[in-house]
């Protein structure tokens, strides 16, 4: 051999060696990392840090890190994550930026190893904490849209402005199933239906890690879906109780949201704070393992949700002791544990478990792998840092006419007596707006807003318009009064009663006024400060709302709320409503322009609005309806009487279905209608088509939504809709628990909404 060939070899040799060493693929780069790492190194990775304590306020709205308690922590134990916001409210991205490189600096240059941190953020409709930043409407606003379109716009904008700041990690989508209007955190989910859940939470999904979920790109994030699995249905209604779920009933409707957005590819999850058939479910390894891991395939990064694994021992006395609480978590299948303070005591419980042998090193290198993977996946090990100057579309006009297009097209006009909307924009005509919600910014925009509770937008009136700011707008300030009758605190979500005695005031301008514009709803709040005991809108609400109806002029309600509260003590005096959910900063301008007519509704309830206390069932409920209940004295569909059905939305125009058609292509079942616009004006209608299993071994629900897809119509125009399904969308968790497709007659539905059915079409499995 010469000598050419020889140094070939040994060149070829040196080539194979550094593909060894330092491979590309993530799982294999954990796996070297993982050998080098010591036992304390490892607990580090696991443990999760909130950034308060390590922030100094300067008394003049900056701050300054506790550079010594933070190599503590980073240094001399390792910790591998931190999550939430300096000082606790919105910090803009020439913040954010340097904030999380020194954090970096210190993870990447001054330990043994170099690990850098992951950083995690609740950025759940936009930018909820990088001020400056494009935010959203809230996902339940988002949902009543009916259009995939902008889940996907938003995660792409959220990822884009994330990655502005630095942050590669979401904790975010909310997939819970907002099935009990009492819920606190109804309105960061898609509302009560599996499938439409399902569709807006994938692309949600893919809009912040990209279709090829490639998260180390720079302009997309890591997600991290929450809560699995039932958050949502406690008992009381009330935030972090216990729940009561039959497990077909989990698996049927609240696991597809989360499979589908898995099957999309996200990279994390964040476990449900509650509890269901009296197990935790930090602590439920049937859930956390069995489900998610063994038949989910799941193989990303599990996180607990805030302080919850040592609620098992402080507020469920499940455990004995917080070292008892630890074990039981990671025996669940926990990865990572959101501390988020005690870290000393967490990595000492944690160590101490593997020493005894109650907790393997191995079940310890399973976590660590997985959250070393995310980390190399994120490109965190090349690229710790993203920087803001890299990112000038961040909180451009062109988002912002994102967020609006959102906005506009979730308006939901839920009535319209006599045509009283759109409003005539004549000259002279007097509008007076009223109610707590018409100067309110953080009643549009929610929780999760400049600061956790939300209260913070009032801070920034640049950032978003008021009601009464927009109407008057469109219509004239000359020709808007605005007289609140009452105001919210500034900080609270209680009133000011100090403005009780502005409610004659109200009456007596509505009464000169031609049209009243009535803004009711909630103030901000966000997990269990929202807590109530009762559904129906505050009494001073309703109390405004009666005497201004009695005023005896037109009353356009506009609420701004983030679930349905009780409306019927006066809403058939009212011959207008319009739900505006939470439509954040550009809703003040949606809303104005649905007023106005500039916009023609189509926003489609993603809930059932209910009328009355006790009757919360939601649409899929298991009653017999009344066509087919043939005693009188049990009328179980009265159960079901909302005040609007899930899936209804009017629109200023007319829709008419027609030719509705069912062939077979092979495994796909298709189905088609014809939809045309009978009005005079440019519409867009969303199509709903629902099954009924007629009879099956598991009593079926009244029907269930299988399809949805829009249409934009001129007036005159006509458009053919057409759905594919498979018979395996028929299929249900039965009494076993496992999912079967049972022979026998089937109904498939056509309409707009789930009870204005336009087309029926019978079939046969």
């Known amino acids: 051999m010469n000598m050419k060939h020889t140094i070939a070899l040994l060149l070829l040799s040196l080539e194979l060696t550094a593909c060894v060493l330092t491979p590309t693929d993530p799982g294999l780069r954990a796996e070297q990392l993982l050998a080098r790492m010591t036992l304390e190194e490892k607990i580090g990775q696991m443990a999760q840090l909130t950034i308060e304590p390590f922030v100094i306020a300067d008394g003049a709205g900056g701050f300054a890190l506790d550079?010594?308690?933070?190599?503590?922590?980073?240094?001399?134990?390792?910790?591998?994550?931190?999550?939430?916001?300096?000082?606790?409210?919105?910090?803009?991205?020439?913040?954010?930026?340097?904030?999380?490189?020194?954090?970096?600096?210190?993870?990447?240059?001054?330990?043994?190893?170099?690990?850098?941190?992951?950083?995690?953020?609740?950025?759940?409709?936009?930018?909820?904490?990088?001020?400056?930043?494009?935010?959203?409407?809230?996902?339940?606003?988002?949902?009543?849209?009916?259009?995939?379109?902008?889940?996907?716009?938003?995660?792409?904008?959220?990822?884009?402005?994330m990655?502005?700041?630095?942050?590669?990690?979401?904790?975010?989508?909310?997939?819970?199933?907002?099935?009990?209007?009492?819920?606190?955190?109804?309105?960061?989910?898609?509302?009560?239906?599996?499938?439409?859940?399902?569709?807006?939470?994938?692309?949600?999904?893919?809009?912040?890690?990209?279709?090829?979920?490639?998260?180390?790109?720079?302009?997309?994030?890591?997600?991290?879906?929450?809560?699995?699995?039932?958050?949502?249905?406690?008992?009381?209604?009330k935030d972090r109780t216990p729940a009561n779920i039959p497990w077909n009933a989990l698996m049927e409707y609240h696991l597809p949201a989360f499979r589908a957005a898995l099957d999309a590819g996200a990279r994390s999850v964040m476990v449900n704070s509650g509890i269901i058939d009296n197990c935790p479910v930090h602590a439920s390894r049937r859930i956390l393992t069995g489900l998610l891991r063994d038949e989910l395939g799941f193989d990303g990064v599990v996180v607990t949700d805030y302080e919850d694994l040592e609620k098992l021992h402080a507020r469920d006395h499940l455990a004995a002791t917080s070292?008892?609480?630890?074990?039981?978590?990671?025996?669940?299948?926990?990865?990572?544990?959101?501390?988020?303070?005690?870290?000393?005591?967490?990595c000492r419980d944690l160590r101490e478990l593997v020493e005894e042998g109650a907790v393997s090193e191995a079940r310890i290198d399973e976590s660590v792998r997985r959250i070393l993977k995310l980390k190399f996946e994120l490109g965190l090990f090349e690229r710790p840092n993203t920087l803001p100057a890299d990112y000038p579309l961040y909180g451009c006009e062109e988002h912002r006419r994102a967020s609006y297009a959102a906005a506009a097209e979730a308006v939901t006009l839920l009535k319209n007596d006599g045509a009283l909307l759109p409003l005539d924009s004549a000259a002279g005509r007097k509008i007076l707006v009223c109610g707590p919600n018409a100067e309110s910014r953080r009643a549009l925009c929610g929780g999760w807003t400049v600061t956790w509770q939300g209260h913070g937008i009032e801070r920034h009136p640049k950032l978003c318009k008021t009601l009464a700011e927009a109407l008057a707008e469109r219509f004239g300030a000359?020709?808007?009064?605005?007289?609140?009758?009452?105001?919210?605190?500034?900080?609270?979500?209680?009133?000011?009663?100090?403005?009780?005695?502005?409610?004659?005031?109200?009456?007596?301008?509505?009464?000169?006024?031609?049209?009243?514009?009535?803004?009711?709803?909630?103030?901000?709040y966000c997990e269990k400060p929202g807590d109530l005991n009762?559904?129906?809108?505050?009494?001073?609400?309703?109390?405004?709302?009666?005497?201004?109806?009695?005023?005896?002029?037109?009353?356009?309600?506009?609420?701004?709320?983030?679930?349905?509260?009780?409306?019927?003590?006066?809403?058939?005096?009212?011959?207008?409503?319009?739900?505006?959910?939470?439509?954040?900063?550009?809703?003040?301008?949606?809303?104005?322009?649905?007023?106005?007519?500039?916009?023609?509704?189509?926003?489609?309830?993603?809930?059932?609005?209910?009328?009355?206390?006790?009757?919360?069932?939601?649409?899929?409920?298991?009653?017999?309806?009344?066509?087919?209940?043939?005693?009188?004295?049990?009328?179980?569909?009265?159960?079901?009487?909302?005040?609007?059905?899930?899936?209804?939305?009017?629109?200023?125009?007319?829709?008419?279905?027609?030719?509705?058609?069912?062939?077979?292509?092979?495994?796909?079942?298709?189905?088609?209608?014809?939809?045309?616009?009978?009005?005079?004006?440019?519409?867009?209608?969303?199509v709903q088509l629902y099954s009924r299993d007629l009879y099956a071994s598991l009593i079926p629900d009244v029907r269930r939504l299988r399809r949805f897809g829009a249409v934009e119509l001129l007036p005159g125009q006509t458009r053919t809709v057409e759905f594919r399904l498979t018979t395996d969308d028929l299929a249900f968790y039965g009494l076993d628990n496992r999912r079967i497709v049972e022979p026998g007659e089937f109904l498939f539905e056509i309409g707009a909404s789930s009870a204005d059915i336009r087309a029926t079409l019978p079939f046969t499995l």
């Open 67 to 161: 550079t010594a308690l933070l190599r503590e922590a980073l240094v001399d134990y390792g910790v591998g994550s931190l999550l939430n916001v300096p000082l606790s409210e919105s910090q803009p991205a020439g913040v954010w930026g340097p904030f999380i490189g020194e954090l970096q600096r210190i993870a990447t240059d001054e330990t043994r190893l170099g690990i850098p941190l992951i950083y995690g953020v609740d950025q759940v409709h936009g930018g909820t904490y990088s001020l400056g930043s494009t935010l959203f409407p809230q996902q339940i606003a988002l949902a009543a849209t009916w259009n995939p379109a902008h889940a996907r716009r938003m995660g792409e904008i959220t990822a884009y402005e």
């Open 163 to 237: 990655r502005a700041c630095n942050i590669p990690w979401n904790f975010a989508p909310i997939l819970d199933l907002g099935a009990d209007p009492r819920f606190p955190r109804q309105y960061e989910g898609f509302g009560e239906d599996p499938y439409l859940g399902s569709v807006l939470g994938r692309e949600l999904v893919k809009g912040q890690e990209g279709d090829a979920n490639d998260v180390d790109h720079p302009e997309h994030v890591a997600t991290c879906l929450k809560h699995f699995l039932g958050y949502s249905v406690p008992a009381s209604g």
């Open 323 to 346: 070292k008892e609480a630890v074990r039981l978590g990671i025996d669940a299948g926990i990865d990572m544990a959101m501390i988020p303070i005690d870290y000393r005591g967490f």
């Open 478 to 524: 000359r020709n808007v009064e605005v007289i609140p009758g009452v105001s919210y605190r500034p900080h609270e979500s209680r009133y000011d009663t100090e403005h009780r005695d502005r409610f004659d005031e109200a009456v007596a301008a509505a009464r000169r006024a031609d049209v009243v514009v009535l803004c009711l709803g909630e103030n901000s």
């Open 534 to 686: 009762d559904l129906a809108l505050d009494p001073l609400q309703t109390e405004l709302a009666e005497r201004i109806a009695a005023a005896g002029k037109p009353v356009v309600l506009v609420l701004a709320e983030g679930r349905p509260r009780l409306i019927s003590r006066f809403s058939a005096r009212i011959p207008a409503i319009v739900q505006s959910y939470l439509p954040g900063p550009q809703g003040a301008d949606a809303v104005a322009d649905v007023l106005a007519g500039k916009v023609n509704p189509s926003g489609k309830l993603p809930y059932t609005y209910p009328a009355y206390p006790n009757s919360l069932a939601v649409y899929c409920h298991k009653y017999a309806d009344e066509q087919r209940n043939t005693d009188a004295t049990y009328a179980y569909e009265s159960d079901y009487n909302p005040e609007f059905v899930f899936g209804h939305g009017l629109s200023y125009t007319s829709f008419a279905y027609s030719g509705a058609q069912l062939t077979r292509e092979g495994d796909d079942i298709v189905i088609a209608v014809d939809v045309a616009n009978t009005g005079d004006r440019a519409g867009r209608e969303v």
